[in-house]
C-alpha cells in the first residue's frame, strides 16, 4: 500500500527557506503525480502544487510562484519541497499527498 | 482559476440524521471532484473520488453525487466517529483548490 513518510518538524527565522522531504514506499514512485498542501492552525487545506516524479514537471499555485520549489531523487523515491523567504503567514502543517493518501504531516514554525 | 464553495460551513445534527453537504465549482469540472474527512488532529482521508465513486474501506453510509458545477455528500446516518471537517476538492487541472470546508458535529 502506499506510503509517505515525512521530515520532522522545523522551526525556522522569518526570511529564511525550508525544505520538507517525503518518502514514498509502496508503489512505483515515478507512476503517479505527487501534490503539496499545507494547513495553517485551524484552518482550511491549501494546495500548494503538484509533481510528476517520472518527468519531474512541477506546476505551483499561483500564491506561491518565485518562493515554492518542489523536486525530486527517484533514486531514493523521495520528493521535497522547498519554501524561500519564510514569514509569520507560512507556519502551517505541510503535507505531501499521491492519489489520496497523505503523509503524516510536518509543522514548520517561522518566529523571530 | 476555478473556485470552490461548500454549504454550510458548519451544522450540527443529532446521531442518525441524514446529512448533506453541498460544494459547487465556479466552473464546469465534469465528476472531477474529490471529498475529504478531517477529524480534530488528524490527517485528512480520502472519501469519495469520481464525484461518487467510494474510497476503498469507506463505510457505504457516505455517498457522493452531482457533476458540473454541483455537487454533495450524504452521510445517510450520522455516527458519533463522522464529527469532522470535510473538504471537497477539485482536480480536472491544476490548480486543485479546495473548498473552505464544512465541520460537522453532534447535536
Known amino acids: 500500500q502506499v506510503q509517505l513518510v515525512q521530515s520532522g518538524a522545523e522551526v525556522k527565522r522569518p526570511g529564511a527557506s525550508v525544505k520538507v522531504s517525503c518518502k514514498a514506499s509502496?508503489?512505483?514512485?515515478?507512476?503517479?503525480?505527487l501534490n503539496w498542501v499545507r494547513q495553517a492552525t485551524g484552518q482550511g487545506l491549501e494546495w500548494m502544487g503538484w509533481?510528476?516524479?517520472?518527468?519531474?514537471?512541477?506546476g505551483y499555485a499561483q500564491k506561491f510562484q518565485g518562493r515554492v520549489t518542489m523536486t525530486r531523487d527517484t533514486s531514493i523515491s523521495t520528493a521535497y519541497m522547498e519554501l524561500t523567504s519564510l514569514r509569520s503567514e507560512d507556519t502551517a502543517v505541510y503535507y505531501c499527498?499521491?492519489?489520496?493518501?497523505w503523509g503524516q504531516g510536518t509543522l514548520i514554525s517561522v518566529s523571530s | 482559476d476555478i473556485q470552490m464553495t461548500q454549504s454550510p460551513s458548519s451544522l450540527s445534527a443529532s446521531v442518525g440524521d441524514r446529512v448533506t453537504i453541498t460544494c459547487r465549482a465556479s466552473?464546469?469540472?465534469?465528476?472531477?471532484l474529490a471529498w475529504y474527512q478531517q477529524k480534530p488532529g488528524k490527517v485528512p482521508e480520502l472519501l469519495i473520488h469520481?464525484?461518487?465513486t467510494l474510497h476503498s474501506g469507506v463505510p457505504s453510509r457516505f455517498s457522493g453525487s452531482g457533476s458540473g458545477t454541483d455537487f454533495s455528500l450524504s452521510i445517510s446516518s450520522l455516527q458519533p466517529e463522522d464529527v469532522a471537517t470535510y473538504y471537497c476538492?477539485?482536480?480536472?487541472?491544476?490548480?486543485?483548490?479546495f473548498g473552505p470546508g464544512t465541520k460537522v458535529d453532534i447535536k
Open positions: 476538492q477539485k482536480y480536472n487541472g491544476a490548480p486543485f483548490t
Open positions: 466552473q464546469d469540472i465534469s465528476n472531477h
Open positions: 469520481a464525484a461518487s
Open positions: 509502496g508503489y512505483t514512485f515515478t507512476s503517479y503525480d
Open positions: 509533481m510528476n516524479p517520472n518527468s519531474g514537471n512541477t
Open positions: 499527498e499521491v492519489r489520496g493518501t
